[in-house]
Nanobody
Framework: QVQLVESGGGSVQAGDSLRLSCAVSGRTFDNYDMGWFRQAPGKERELVTGIRWREGTTYYVDSVKGRFTISRDNAKNMMYLQMDSLKSEDTAVYYC?????????????????WGQGTQVTVSS
């Protein structure tokens, strides 16, 4: 049973930083893609960034390029999202997710496993 558990959300001021963590368990994830999604009130859930678990190849949506960094620690089965220079428009519930396979990282479909979500609130 694949399990993902996020932590690290909170309330910050614009310009501040936060690091989200996602503990993953239940599989060997070498053939998995992992991603961070977010959903703001009244908006659809969007893929923010993705990473190929084994190689570490990454993808970022344009709105976070240069500000967010996804990483993983294969030995610890942890994934991280370092968020710098936060803006009010980054306010959302953030979810980590996993899918088996090696699709294009900018493809948001196929994620079968999800964490419970963690709230990030950025005040301007």
């Amino acid at each position: 049973q694949v399990q993902l558990v996020e932590s690290g959300g909170g309330s910050v001021q614009a310009g501040d930083s936060l690091r989200l963590s996602c503990a993953v368990s239940g599989r060997t994830f070498d053939n998995y893609d992992m991603g961070w999604f977010r959903q703001a009130p009244g908006k659809e859930r969007e893929l923010v960034t993705g990473i190929r678990w084994r190689e570490g190849t990454t993808y970022y949506v344009d709105s976070v390029k240069g500000r967010f960094t996804i990483s993983r620690d294969n030995a610890k089965n942890m994934m991280y999202l370092q968020m710098d220079s936060l803006k009010s428009e980054d306010t959302a519930v953030y979810y980590c997710a996993a899918r088996l396979g090696r699709a294009h990282l900018d493809w948001a479909k196929g994620y079968a496993y999800w964490g419970q979500g963690t709230q990030v609130t950025v005040s301007s």
